[in-house]
């Protein structure tokens, strides 16, 4: 594990929505890129066995705030970067049991940012497309 990823771990560990109660995990970060996962459980389920679509979101969402904050995490600087607006695709409902996140940095500007993130299961499902764009907050 890099030393940024531990950072971001310690840091986003605060996120307890995302890190505790839904249980992502933060596998990687790097400068302006990061991945996190989660296994399936059955409270990632709705009434009809589906994984719930806010699943999915929270973990791009964080998946997104790792990687648009990964340069201030790396420097010990507050956090900066908030979503200003998300749109989710969701293409299928996984085959496997876990979900995987991967952002890619399309734009990271002085007060903006645009990134897509691809969820995918272990099985390598194409399971949402997200793209967010964000705003320096401070």
């Given at each position: 594990m890099t030393n940024l990823t531990h950072?971001?771990?310690?840091?986003?560990?605060?996120?307890?929505?995302?890190?505790e109660l839904t249980e992502v995990s933060i596998d990687l970060v790097e400068s302006h890129h990061a991945c996190c996962s989660l296994t399936l459980l059955p409270l990632h389920r709705n009434a009809m066995g589906a994984?719930?679509?806010?699943?999915?979101?929270?973990?791009?969402?964080?998946?997104?705030?790792?990687?648009?904050?990964?340069?201030?995490i790396a420097d010990d600087?507050?956090?900066?970067?908030?979503?200003l607006?998300?749109?989710?695709?969701y293409l299928a409902?996984?085959?496997?049991s876990r979900l995987l996140a991967e952002t890619q940095c399309i734009r990271q500007g002085r007060t903006t940012c645009v990134y897509s993130?691809?969820?995918?299961?272990?099985?390598?499902?194409p399971i949402a497309l997200v793209t967010t764009t964000g705003m320096k907050s401070n």
């Open positions: 950072k971001a771990q310690q840091v986003f560990a605060r996120d307890r929505y995302a890190t994984v719930m679509g806010g699943v999915m979101f929270t973990l791009a969402d964080l998946a997104f705030a790792a990687a648009a904050n990964s340069d201030l600087l507050p956090l900066a970067w908030v979503s607006g998300s749109e989710i695709h409902q996984p085959k496997g993130i691809n969820i995918h299961d272990e099985l390598s499902t």
